[in-house]
């Protein structure tokens, strides 16, 4: 706070004022007809992205990619994967996008390549320079130089007859890790990253970036823990200086960065933003790891009920804990997770109005809000048999992981686990209108439409006025023309209500008041809210919400924003 009477005004930025869109390619939009979503087929949906008024496109990784993992693991940095399109096509899309105000980010994909990159390949034969661009480690066969434990289940170690030796994979074995310790792999980096800075790029996702510092000697993890070795893996001792670095690479540009960082606490968030190591925000994914079991996400006695006060002391947490010290990323879903309003909300009978109280909670908080393509449509988890149809190497190789540990006998045992977690139900392709493969391609889809499209697609909710879509619309469109939504301070009523969410968004002497019936019943506010008889309703998803909210019966997933 500044003294003297002068209030400091809110520390602007364009990227605080955004509103993003994450695009997940391969189930975006197909345009050449193969069934895997393209470049070209962005390209013409950029007039929707612009209808709806999203301000900022994030786009999974496109690069040259054997695609194991969908193209987190990339074969050359430099290079358009043939089957999303071409450099060209790449180029016209950023033009289209850059034509109507929207801007485009990349994702940064630097903890690992794959074992295709030419990298890997020279590094496996030894040839000089390359010999330690990863993480090799002698010793035994069949015993791996420590006990860390890969996220997608099985050691995070493989052996390679080639050189004979052990590399280090925190995921898919086709993806080692880069070791960072060595100075030539941080050249090579930062020479990409300047290379796409200068296509004109607005800024990088930074996918799994907190795990690019191993400690020397590569440590036993506690064997009790949920992901063995997390502890030594996780914003291990260089990690401060590494993104630095690539903070130092971005200065001279004006360009966002969003640092994926699970597993980090407000705390060290706060050292790694603004005045810290000058990251833009990051995502953490405390509130994403309410519903997982005792033993974490693939724990058999899971998934838990997300309980309403324990999320609203999370979100809080990040809130106030970045408050004048950092800023928030604010999301729900992603690629990775399942479909917000099945997870969050409730995808049945109450699919519109939760779906709607969750755009509210998403646009309304202190931080840049993203939303994952299809959210806005209220697009569902699918149903899965089993393994039958499931393509996430993530999901396969944990219940692989399952069985081998001896927690289930089959994979049976896990249909819930695989029907709650899996990332592909976030990968279905989007539905785009009620024609075959609901418009999505006019082949056949490499991954199975939803079967609910005729119900739930853009071309039904674009056509009525009280849709999901529209609702996110009109909420874009609101915190665009409301500074208090963008820089007002957050402050939570009624923390242990099990079903109202209600906080206030302050600025100079303007409040907002944003009232959430996170429940499927209809709930009477007994406790206090600010001011309430003296506020304007601004806007709410039932047509009819005109009471203040003090006293007031809220209706099923009832969301509702008041001014002062
Ligand atoms: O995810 C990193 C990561 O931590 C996830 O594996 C997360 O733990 C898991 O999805 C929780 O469900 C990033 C990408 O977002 C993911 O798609 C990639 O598979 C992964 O990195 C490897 O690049």
Not at 319 to 330: D, K, P
Not at 464 to 485: A, F
Request: hydrophobic fraction near 35%; aromatic fraction near 12%; proline fraction near 5%.
């Amino acid at each position: 706070m500044t003294s003297g009477g002068a209030r400091a005004g809110p520390d602007r930025s364009w990227w605080k004022e955004a509103v993003v869109y994450q695009i997940y390619p391969r189930s975006f939009n197909d345009a050449d007809g193969d069934g895997i979503g393209d470049l070209r087929g962005i390209t013409e949906r950029v007039d929707y992205l612009d209808d709806l008024g999203v301000d900022v496109v994030w786009l999974c990784p496109v690069y040259d990619s054997p695609q194991a993992d969908n193209g987190y693991d990339v074969r050359d940095y430099r290079a358009i994967d043939p089957e999303f399109g071409t450099m060209t096509q790449w180029e016209t899309l950023r033009s289209a996008l850059h034509d109507r105000d929207i801007r485009l980010v990349m994702d940064l994909v630097v903890n690992h390549t794959s074992s295709e990159h030419e990298w890997f390949q020279r590094s496996r034969r030894e040839e000089a320079e390359y010999a330690g661009y990863y993480h090799w480690h002698d010793g035994d066969p069949d015993d791996p130089p420590n006990n860390w434990q890969s996220f997608f289940g099985g050691p995070a170690w493989s052996y390679d007859e080639t050189r004979g030796e052990w590399y280090l994979h925190l995921f898919h074995e086709n993806q080692p890790d880069l070791n960072w310790r060595n100075p030539r792999v941080r050249e090579s980096i930062t020479e990409m990253i300047e290379w796409w800075l200068e296509k004109e790029i607005d800024g990088f996702r930074m996918d799994a970036v907190n795990l690019l510092s191993k400690p020397g000697g590569y440590p036993d993890g506690d064997p009790d823990t949920d992901l063995v070795g997390a502890s030594h893996f996780f914003n291990g001792p260089r990690l401060e200086e590494y993104l630095r670095e690539i903070v130092e690479t971005l200065s001279g540009y004006d360009v966002m960065t969003v640092a994926e960082m699970s597993n980090t606490d407000v705390d060290t968030a706060a050292d790694y933003l603004g005045d810290g190591v000058g990251l833009g925000m990051l995502f953490q994914s405390a509130h994403l790891e309410l519903d997982t079991g005792p033993d974490g996400l693939w724990d058999p006695n899971g998934p838990d009920e997300i309980d309403l006060p324990a999320f609203k002391r999370v979100i809080g947490r990040w809130q106030t804990g970045l408050q004048n010290r950092g800023w928030n990323a604010v999301f729900l879903g992603n690629h990775d997770q399942p479909r917000i309003v099945s997870r969050f909300g409730d995808d049945g009978k109450d699919r519109r109005e939760s779906a709607t109280l969750l755009a509210t909670f998403l646009l309304t908080l202190s931080g840049t809000p993203y939303i994952y393509q299809g959210d806005e449509i209220g697009m569902t988890n699918e149903e899965f048999d089993g393994l039958d149809g499931i393509d996430d190497i993530g999901t396969i190789g944990a219940v692989e992981e399952l069985i081998d540990r001896g927690r289930i006998d089959a994979v049976a045992e896990a249909e819930h686990l695989i029907n709650y977690w899996s990332r592909d139900h976030a990968r279905t392709p989007m539905q785009w209108s009620d024609d075959a493969h609901a418009g999505f391609t006019d082949g056949e889809p490499w991954f199975p439409v939803n079967d609910n499209y005729r119900a739930i697609n853009v071309d039904r909710e674009r056509g009525h006025e009280d849709s999901i879509w529209q609702y996110y619309r009109r909420l874009i469109d609101l915190r665009h023309r409301h500074d208090i939504l963008v820089y007002g301070e957050y402050e939570l009523y009624l923390p242990d209500h099990p079903d109202i969410y209600a906080y206030t968004r302050t600025l100079e002497d303007d409040r907002a008041l944003v009232v959430l019936n996170w429940a499927e019943t209809a709930t009477e506010i007994e406790g206090p809210l600010p001011e309430a008889e003296s506020m304007d309703l601004v806007t709410s998803n039932y047509d009819d919400t005109a009471t203040p909210p003090h006293g007031a019966v809220f209706r099923p997933y009832e969301a509702a924003v008041y001014w002062a």
